[in-house]
């Protein structure tokens, strides 16, 4: 189950079965119970009933058995006909075990089965069984609750008097509840379920609408919002204000880190700007000793290189607030390719690679902001161009579909070891220092961090494959929907 | 023609001052919004060079209330803030462009040249060194009377150098020219394009007209 909802239906509709099923099962046995003990009030009452007419028939004639056609004793004719209407397995005996009567449902079993029931009859001692026992006629034969007891009151002329009843009959009611139970179970779970469902999902309607509260506070920019704050105190009011806190806290340090930004991009580039003017007023007097310039030179490429790490973090700290924005307008990316190649050409030649530059015939327009994507572009294939040794080839390729546009810039270099593929977009992450090409600075370790960012922000995605020993390829993709 | 310079930093003011009147403008420095504005008003100027972050009255204020007076005077925008939306904030209030700091002077220049229309008689369309010859308007180049094909890049190095010409020009300027004033390649990529110009320029011609400076850079002379 992926939501608390779902996971609270669950186990709302558990607890729901499981206290269904113990009363189903406790009101079965209440029901089972009190039809077994009908059923033994039934025989007892048969067996009462009986022994009374014995009795009375005893009293009114005295003899009650007599020998039948063939010289067998049976009950006689008269008193057999009134006990042939009390139903169930009604059976007498005489004292020596001989078969006086059998009822009409007792007649009805099959021989084998009949045997069974007399020779219960026979075993049982003198005295009878007045609580009421159970026997199973098997295999098919009914399963008969009985009592079986002595007739004093009949001057001795019988021995034992069976009266039994088929459980069936209580067995049938039983039945009738369990379907009725099991028919309720299913009407009654489905809306249970669906109210338990509904419930959950009221209770947790409040949390839902946080969660879309707060997903809407994307980036410095609406970090100035706060949840709404339930009236009732209870856990998800503490919940909203402990978020509130925190976010109040994430404003601040957003502030804080806003203010540097600024002040960072005034306090530092003022400076930088009067260096600059006095180095390049210097530069461009005509009657500077050459040992002058060079060291005017040397200090010009060091602002430079200075303002463009400055840029490059503060780039970075306006992305992570969400204020750097892009300047986009309809461009022909080819054009791009094309510029950013002119550069890598001479980059290449100045390195010793061969590059190969291919764009497709067709325009390739996309809504970039130009700068940032020329940006992008030099900063791969200035990467490829320092990683592969001299006689090696960069290859920058645009192309794509309809659904997007990719941009690979290959090369056949050192390659990057698989443990530092993952940190290679970090800030300030640099492979060793051994990689790059003897007597060239290293970069700051900013430009893939950047790059990974422009591709981003215009909503595309940046991706890396190398092998060490025999090169990199960088895939930039961006789609053609947000043009 | 006339420029206003609004920029509280003395040195940067003091710079850009100088360097205008040196390239034949009459500049005038100011170092906060409040007089900048009074004399953005009075009419004498022809192009205000305005900074943003300013005591008294910002940037941003003095350009939105020129432009409610209905002021048209061309404005050029001096900003420590590389941030699009801060460009674009001060071209949606009215700025007629901007330049980042730290700027190149020549790219300072060159945006006070556009805004200033000024004619372009002042710089010839032909630049010559020798029996070199390159056109800026059409951006043909020949020695000799011969043409010669080069790439976007190779025409700005040279064009560059012969604007300057006989004057050593580093390589940092060189680029930054070149490479429309933010690209920090980290190599002496110009030492490739000058490779490149020599074998179409000067091979097999005399005069060399390309020399380098060690350590410095490169000049264009006879």
Redesign the interface.
């Given at each position: 189950m992926e939501s608390i909802r779902g996971r609270l239906t669950l186990w709302y509709a558990t607890a729901l079965i499981l206290s269904l099923a113990v009363f189903a099962v406790v009101l079965y046995f209440a029901r089972r119970s009190a039809s077994y003990q009908d059923l033994d009030r039934r025989i007892q009452s048969e067996a009462d009933l009986t022994a009374g007419i014995l009795a009375e028939s005893y009293r009114a004639r005295g003899i009650l058995v007599e020998p039948d056609t063939a010289g067998r004793p049976v009950l006689i004719g008269e008193v057999a006909a009134v006990l042939e209407v009390v139903p169930d397995y009604l059976v007498l005996t005489s004292r020596d075990g001989r078969l006086l009567f059998a009822s009409p449902d007792a007649r009805a079993l099959t021989f084998a089965e009949f045997e069974r029931l007399t020779a219960l009859v026979a075993r049982t001692p003198p005295g009878g069984s007045r609580v009421p026992g159970q026997h199973n006629l098997r295999p098919n034969g009914p399963t008969l609750h009985y009592v079986i007891r002595e007739i004093p009151q009949a001057g001795g002329q019988f021995g034992a008097l069976f009266a039994g009843a088929d459980t069936r009959s209580a067995e049938l009611g039983l039945q009738q509840l369990v379907s009725t139970i099991l028919v309720a179970f299913v009407i009654g779970l489905v809306p249970a379920v669906l109210v338990g469902r509904w419930l959950a999902g009221r209770a947790l309607e409040p949390v839902d609408h946080m969660i879309t509260e707060v997903r809407e506070i994307t980036d410095g920019r609406t970090l100035h919002r706060r949840l709404a704050v339930p009236m009732v105190k209870d856990e998800l009011a503490r919940l909203a204000e402990t978020l509130n806190q925190m976010m109040t806290r994430l404003e601040r340090s957003f502030a804080a880190l806003r203010r540097f930004t600024a002040d960072a991009s005034h306090e530092l580039k003022t400076p930088l700007t009067v260096v600059r003017a006095g180095v390049e007023r210097a530069i461009t007097r005509p009657d500077v000793p050459q040992e002058t310039l060079a060291a005017l030179e040397e200090t010009l490429q060091e602002v430079n290189r200075m303002t463009e790490l400055l840029d490059s973090l503060l780039t970075l700290a306006r992305a992570d607030e969400g204020r750097a924005e892009l300047h986009r307008e309809p461009v022909d990316l080819r054009a791009i390719v094309a510029e950013a190649g002119e550069t890598g050409d001479l980059l290449a030649d100045h390195a010793g690679v061969a590059i190969e530059i291919r764009t497709p015939p067709q325009p390739v327009v996309l809504a970039v902001d130009r700068s940032r994507v020329r940006q992008l572009i030099l900063n791969l294939i200035e990467n490829a161009v320092k990683y592969t040794p001299r006689g090696g080839n960069v290859s920058v390729r645009l192309g794509g579909d309809n659904g997007q546009v990719v941009l690979t810039v290959a090369d056949s270099g050192i390659g990057i070891a698989p443990g530092d593929l993952p940190h290679i977009f970090d800030r300030f992450w640099r492979a060793d220092s051994a990689r790059t090409r003897t007597g060239e600075r290293p970069g700051a370790g900013l430009g893939l961090a950047i790059s990974k960012w422009i591709a981003e922000a215009h909503g595309g995605a940046i991706e890396v494959q190398s092998r060490p020993g025999r090169g990199t390829t960088f895939t930039v993709t961006f789609p053609r929907g947000d043009a | 023609m006339k420029i206003l310079v609004v920029e509280d930093?003395k040195?940067?003011g003091e710079?850009?001052r100088?360097?205008l009147d040196e390239a034949g403008y009459h500049a005038e420095l100011v170092g906060d919004g409040d007089q900048g504005l009074r004399l953005a008003t009075g009419g004498h100027f022809d192009l205000l060079v305005l900074d943003l972050?300013l005591p008294k009255l910002s940037g941003i204020e003095v350009l939105r209330t020129l432009r409610d007076r209905g002021n048209g005077l061309p404005v050029l925008v001096l900003t420590?803030?590389?941030?699009?939306?801060f460009?674009?904030q001060a071209l949606r209030m009215g700025a007629d462009d901007y330049v980042t700091?730290?700027?190149?002077?020549e790219e300072l220049l060159a945006r006070v040249e556009a805004l200033g229309r000024r004619p372009k008689s002042i710089t010839p369309p032909v630049l010559k060194v020798a029996d070199l010859a390159l056109d800026t308007g059409s951006r043909a180049v020949t020695r000799g009377g011969r043409a010669i094909e080069l790439?976007?890049?190779e025409y700005a190095v040279l064009e560059y150098l012969m604007r300057?010409q006989g004057?050593?020009m580093?390589?940092?300027?060189i680029t930054?020219y070149a490479?429309d004033y933010?690209?920090?390649?980290?190599?002496?990529?110009v030492?490739?394009?000058i490779t490149?110009l020599r074998k179409k320029i000067d091979h097999g011609r005399e005069p060399k007209l390309i020399h380098t400076?060690?350590?410095?850079?490169y000049v264009v002379r006879p």
């Open positions: - | 930093d040195t940067v710079y850009v100088r360097g972050r420590a803030q590389d941030a699009v939306d460009k674009v700091k730290p700027f190149a002077f790439t976007p890049k300057h004057r050593v580093s390589r940092t300027l930054e490479w933010h690209f920090d390649p980290g190599t002496n990529i030492d490739v394009v490149r400076v060690r350590g410095v850079g």
